[in-house]
Protein backbone atom coordinates (compact mmCIF):
# COMPACT_ATOMS: atom_id res chain seq x y z
CA UNK A 1 0.00 0.00 0.00
CA UNK A 2 1.36 3.62 -1.17
CA UNK A 3 0.32 6.20 0.92
CA UNK A 4 1.37 9.88 0.46
CA UNK A 5 2.14 12.51 2.45
CA UNK A 6 2.39 16.14 1.19
CA UNK A 7 3.70 19.39 3.23
CA UNK A 8 4.73 22.74 2.64
CA UNK A 9 1.12 24.60 2.31
CA UNK A 10 0.33 27.74 4.30
CA UNK A 11 -0.49 31.40 4.46
CA UNK A 12 1.15 33.88 2.04
CA UNK A 13 1.10 37.13 0.18
CA UNK A 14 1.11 37.52 -3.03
CA UNK A 15 4.09 37.78 -4.91
CA UNK A 16 5.26 35.63 -2.64
CA UNK A 17 6.51 31.50 -2.55
CA UNK A 18 6.23 28.28 -1.05
CA UNK A 19 7.66 24.71 -1.84
CA UNK A 20 5.60 21.88 -1.34
CA UNK A 21 6.71 18.39 -0.01
CA UNK A 22 5.30 15.26 -0.92
CA UNK A 23 6.47 11.76 0.40
CA UNK A 24 5.75 8.58 -1.02
CA UNK A 25 5.91 5.18 1.26
CA UNK A 26 6.66 1.95 -0.63
CA UNK A 27 8.91 1.37 -3.45
CA UNK A 28 7.35 1.98 -6.55
CA UNK A 29 8.44 5.52 -6.42
CA UNK A 30 11.11 5.68 -9.16
CA UNK A 31 8.93 3.93 -11.51
CA UNK A 32 5.91 6.20 -11.05
CA UNK A 33 4.03 9.45 -12.68
CA UNK A 34 3.47 11.87 -9.89
CA UNK A 35 1.61 15.04 -10.21
CA UNK A 36 0.38 17.81 -8.06
CA UNK A 37 -3.72 18.68 -8.54
CA UNK A 38 -5.41 21.35 -6.92
CA UNK A 39 -9.05 21.99 -5.88
CA UNK A 40 -10.17 25.56 -4.83
CA UNK A 41 -14.07 26.01 -3.08
CA UNK A 42 -16.56 25.37 -5.15
CA UNK A 43 -14.63 23.91 -8.32
CA UNK A 44 -13.47 20.85 -9.19
CA UNK A 45 -9.83 19.26 -9.09
CA UNK A 46 -7.40 20.35 -11.61
CA UNK A 47 -4.07 19.46 -12.80
CA UNK A 48 -1.15 21.49 -11.91
CA UNK A 49 1.78 19.51 -13.37
CA UNK A 50 3.18 16.25 -13.68
CA UNK A 51 6.83 14.72 -13.59
CA UNK A 52 7.45 11.55 -15.37
CA UNK A 53 9.81 8.59 -14.21
CA UNK A 54 12.13 9.95 -16.88
CA UNK A 55 11.72 13.56 -15.57
CA UNK A 56 9.44 14.99 -18.50
CA UNK A 57 7.18 18.24 -16.86
CA UNK A 58 4.29 19.15 -18.06
CA UNK A 59 2.51 22.10 -16.61
CA UNK A 60 -1.15 23.96 -16.29
CA UNK A 61 -1.02 27.47 -18.61
CA UNK A 62 -1.74 29.06 -15.52
CA UNK A 63 1.14 28.23 -13.47
CA UNK A 64 3.62 27.55 -17.30
CA UNK A 65 6.54 30.05 -15.58
CA UNK A 66 5.31 30.52 -12.25
CA UNK A 67 5.49 26.81 -10.77
CA UNK A 68 8.44 24.01 -10.68
CA UNK A 69 7.65 20.33 -10.47
CA UNK A 70 10.76 18.31 -9.62
CA UNK A 71 11.43 14.95 -7.59
CA UNK A 72 14.54 13.24 -5.75
CA UNK A 73 14.02 9.23 -6.09
CA UNK A 74 16.34 9.34 -2.98
CA UNK A 75 14.09 10.59 -0.87
CA UNK A 76 10.79 9.42 -2.66
CA UNK A 77 10.08 12.62 -2.92
CA UNK A 78 8.41 15.25 -5.19
CA UNK A 79 8.40 19.02 -4.85
CA UNK A 80 6.10 22.15 -6.34
CA UNK A 81 7.97 25.21 -5.93
CA UNK A 82 5.70 28.10 -6.48
CA UNK A 83 6.89 31.50 -7.15
CA UNK A 84 4.90 35.00 -8.08
CA UNK A 85 1.97 33.76 -6.45
CA UNK A 86 -1.83 35.23 -7.13
CA UNK A 87 -4.65 34.55 -4.94
CA UNK A 88 -6.18 32.96 -7.56
CA UNK A 89 -3.64 29.79 -6.41
CA UNK A 90 -5.47 28.95 -3.22
CA UNK A 91 -6.81 26.04 -3.06
CA UNK A 92 -6.03 22.40 -1.27
CA UNK A 93 -2.78 21.25 -3.09
CA UNK A 94 -2.87 17.02 -3.50
CA UNK A 95 -0.20 15.12 -4.59
CA UNK A 96 -0.84 11.74 -6.39
CA UNK A 97 1.38 8.87 -7.99
CA UNK A 98 0.22 6.89 -10.26
CA UNK A 99 1.97 3.44 -11.55
CA UNK A 100 -0.76 0.82 -12.62
CA UNK A 101 -3.57 2.82 -10.35
CA UNK A 102 -3.67 5.99 -8.64
CA UNK A 103 -2.58 7.19 -4.70
CA UNK A 104 -3.34 10.51 -3.47
CA UNK A 105 -2.22 12.03 -0.39
CA UNK A 106 -4.64 13.70 2.25
CA UNK A 107 -3.72 18.11 0.73
CA UNK A 108 -2.31 20.43 1.82
CA UNK A 109 -4.01 24.37 2.11
CA UNK A 110 -2.39 27.07 -0.08
CA UNK A 111 -3.68 30.63 0.65
CA UNK A 112 -2.66 33.22 -1.09
CA UNK A 113 -3.70 36.94 0.61
CA UNK A 114 -2.45 40.07 1.74
Known amino acids: QVQLVESGGGLVQPGGSLRLSCVASGNIFDFSVMSWYRQAPGKQRELVAT???????NYADSVKGRFTISRDNAKNTVYLQMNSLKPDDTAVYYCQLRRLQSYWGQGTQVTVSS
Open 51 to 57: ISSGRNT
